[in-house]
């Protein structure tokens, strides 16, 4: 088995050993399966000061074919001064359809330090996690702001502008994002010292690689990460895919870099919709309903347990929607907080975090599987952890079996071993065949008495 052949799809998952013996000999630690929970928190720490990972040749070949697709598909760049100079690469359907002002509040923004910018005045919203502690800290990477009057660009719709990677100090650049601490203090959910993450491949052999994962500074995201959402963007709007509308991408002058050397980036997007809610929000704003209810004896409302089980099945279906739609496209991580409710219209669901999109029709079957399964994934493991909240449990929400309707032409045995998965256990059932897959250098379709690769091989059959 060899790894030649271009690389897709990006994904975090629970380090397997073999791949650990570096790390590990430089004090690093892997975050264990014990830990509840952590097979779908993406957790890990390599700071922004750290030795860099040796990147394997496939994976550095993806990157470098995901650079140039990026640089295609927007205009030549345009130099912006300031004291974050930056050059923009602009969408050529902008043109003159942009007001000027609009271009010149996005670029003051993009090339003046955070500290500098006024709320109310250059932007209007932070990406505000919502968790006051972490507001506090900073744990946020992008600002937004309404437009005057909305405008139509290609088509859509925009209500205002969204700048991701642009929230960082040039002096504060050691700073480093920490997942883990973030969902220490918001989930209560605890990791060891100096635990890593590895970022996951799937290669056209249908074999998961991996390189160790860089935390990003705080406020700020790599270019590598704005090539590829300036990539997703493009590919989902030539698909037709509901999401927001690729304005420009911004790589950063040289100069500014944290003390690990990497090259930093910026993306700006359209807004097409005026209000928006994630489904994670939703569902939490709902397990609070029924929280408050409980508490104090109150009726709960008719018609709670159908908004529950809507808000759940309309995700389901997105993800769905997105393998099965212009020949498919596979998303990477599609956890609920990726996906939000349009102006309050659960028949329209922006997708969000397109840095791993790729096109599954232009993959061989192996890998198809594959990265299918690690977007399925998600699925199965947020149902699992909805399904131990007593807030649902106490009116016998089924969340599992709401994520097993993705699966329309599996067996139905395929379906009752996926049923029977333990919310304990859940975890580690899922994640296992990809850390073996990355430990054997098998692929994944090799594991195919694993009930969620079966599931995958039966609904979509080789043909």
Partial sequence: MTDEGPTRRKVRLIIPKSALQDAQNRGFHAVGPEMPGVHSLQPGVLNTQGQLPRVPEYIQRHMAEMEAQAREMYEKPVEVKGERPVLAHRNQEVGENLPREVLTQMDRIVTTDFRKLEKGRDYDRTGSIGIEELDKKGFFRSVSFDLREPVTLGGRTIYGIRLKGVTFNGDELDREFDLLEAHRIGGGIGAPAGAIRLDYYVNREGVVVSTVHVNEPLGGEYLEETFGEARGYKLCMQRG????????????????????????????????????????????????????????????????????????????NRVKKLHDGGGGLCHGSPHPGQFQFADGRKDRVIM????????????????????????????????????????????????????????????????????????????????????????????????????????????????
């Fill in 241 to 316: 895919e509901e999401v927001d509308f690729p304005l420009c991408w911004y790589e950063y002058d040289s100069s500014i870099r944290p003390p690990n050397g990497l090259r930093l980036g910026a993306m700006a997007a359209g807004l097409t919709s005026k209000t928006r809610v994630r489904v994670g929000t939703m569902l939490g704003d709902l397990a609070v309903e029924e929280d408050n209810a409980n508490r104090t004896g109150g009726k709960l409302r008719e018609g709670w347990k159908d908004d529950v089980e809507s808000v759940f099945l309309a995700y389901v």
């Fill in 352 to 463: 969000s975090d397109l840095r791993d999109i790729d096109p599954l029709d232009e993959m061989t079957y192996p890998q198809r599987v594959g990265c299918m399964a690690i977007d399925i994934k998600p699925i199965l493991v947020y149902a699992l952890r909805y399904d131990s909240f007593e807030f649902f449990r106490r009116h016998r929400v089924n969340f599992l079996d709401l994520a097993l309707t993705y699966f329309q032409r599996a067996d139905r045995s395929t379906i009752q071993e996926l049923r029977g998965i333990a919310p304990r256990d859940g975890g580690r059932v899922i994640d296992d065949v990809f850390n073996l897959s990355s430990e054997n250098r098998r692929p994944l379709t090799f594991y195919a008495r694993n009930p969620l690769i079966k599931a995958v091989m039966q609904e979509y059959p080789e043909v």
